[in-house]
C-alpha cells in the first residue's frame, strides 16, 4: 500500500470555537495525557505570533492542559536553533494556528525544525493545523485563488507543502468563502490528487491508515478528478471558464468517514439484527 500519512492529524477548517462548547479543540486535547504531555503551539504562520501564543494558551489552559509550550519561529535562522528543535521532540501534540501557510514553508522548509516535524509525526506525535495550519499540511497546497468566482483555467497559485499527507490538496474557510472553484481549478490541474474543502469549526481526524473521520458543526468536501473525462485546463486563455467532465463529489458531516486509500466514503457494515431486522420488513 502507498504511504500517503507521516502520522495521526487533526486538520480544521479554521474559526474553531474558542469560546462555546470547544468541541473541536476539546477533541484535540483528548489525544494527549493532558497533565503530563506537552502542547505545543506553533505561531510561524502568523504575523502577530504573541497575540496568538496567548489566545491559544488561554483556551488550552481553560481545557486543562497543563504543560503548554510556544515554537516561535519569525526568522528562518530561529529553524535551526537547538532549542526549536527539542522544542518539537518534546511535545506530544503540535498545534500550527492560522496565518499565511507560505510563511510556514518558507521559514521552516529543508530546516532541522523540518526535519523534528517530520520525525515527531512519525513517532506518534498529533500534528493539529487550522485555517493556514490545515493548508500546509499537504505536500501540494493553495497558496491564493479566486474566492466565490466560477473556476478559471490557471488563476490559482500553487506551491509545496509539508507533505505530512500526500496526494491532497486541502482548502479551508471552504463554504464561507465560496472555494468551491478554486479547488476544482487545483484538481483540474492535478486531477490525480484529491481534492478535501473543510468548513469553518469543522475539522478531519486522519488516521495514519487512511481513515478520515469528521467532526464539528460543518461539512467536509472531498471531490475526485481521477475519473475525469474531459478538460479545457491549459495555459492559454488562463482566464476562460473552466470545463471539466464526470468529476465525483462527496459531501460528508460529523462522525461520517472516509477511506483516503480507496477515495470512497466508508460504510461500517450493518450488524445481523440489522440486516435481520430489513430483511422481515
Known amino acids: 500500500m502507498k504511504e500517503l500519512l507521516s502520522g495521526n492529524l487533526i486538520i480544521i477548517g479554521g474559526a474553531e470555537d474558542k469560546e462555546g462548547r470547544k468541541e473541536i479543540l476539546k ?3 483528548s489525544c494527549i495525557d493532558k497533565d503530563k504531555d506537552i502542547l505545543l503551539v506553533a505561531t510561524i ?6 497575540e496568538a501564543a496567548n489566545k491559544y494558551r488561554k ?3 481553560e ?9 516561535d519561529i519569525s526568522e528562518r535562522r530561529d529553524a535551526f536553533e537547538e532549542e526549536n528543535k527539542n522544542l518539537i521532540k518534546e511535545a506530544s501534540l503540535i498545534f500550527f494556528t492560522g496565518g499565511d501557510q507560505l510563511r510556514i514553508t518558507s521559514l521552516i522548509g529543508g530546516t532541522s525544525v523540518y526535519d523534528a516535524l517530520k520525525d515527531a509525526c512519525e513517532l506518534g506525535a498529533y500534528i493539529v493545523g487550522t485555517s493556514a495550519g490545515a ?9 491564493q485563488g479566486d474566492d466565490e468566482d466560477s473556476p478559471r483555467k490557471c488563476t490559482l497559485k500553487m506551491a509545496p507543502g509539508l507533505g505530512l499527507i500526500k496526494d491532497v490538496i486541502i482548502d479551508q474557510h471552504f463554504a464561507q ?10 484538481i483540474a490541474q492535478n486531477p490525480e490528487v484529491l481534492g478535501i474543502g473543510i468548513d469553518e469549526n469543522t475539522a478531519i481526524i486522519v488516521e495514519k491508515n487512511g ?6 458543526e460543518g461539512a467536509v468536501y472531498f471531490v475526485d478528478g481521477s475519473k475525469i473525462t474531459y478538460t479545457n485546463v491549459s495555459e492559454l486563455k488562463s482566464d476562460e471558464i ?4 464526470n468529476v465525483i463529489l462527496h459531501v460528508l458531516t460529523e462522525n461520517n468517514k472516509f477511506d483516503l486509500i480507496k477515495k470512497m466514503p466508508f460504510e461500517e457494515e450493518k450488524t445481523s439484527y440489522e440486516n435481520n431486522t430489513k430483511e422481515n420488513i
Open 63 to 71: 481545557l486543562e492542559v497543563k504543560n503548554i509550550k510556544i515554537l
Open 59 to 61: 483556551v488550552f489552559e
Open 27 to 29: 477533541k484535540v486535547c
Open 177 to 186: 468563502r465560496g472555494r468551491i472553484g478554486r479547488l476544482l481549478t487545483g
Open 242 to 245: 473552466l470545463s471539466m467532465h
Open 135 to 143: 493548508s500546509v499540511m499537504s505536500d501540494t497546497m493553495i497558496v
Open 45 to 50: 504562520a502568523t504575523e502577530y505570533p504573541k
Open 211 to 216: 481513515m478520515i473521520e469528521v467532526i464539528g
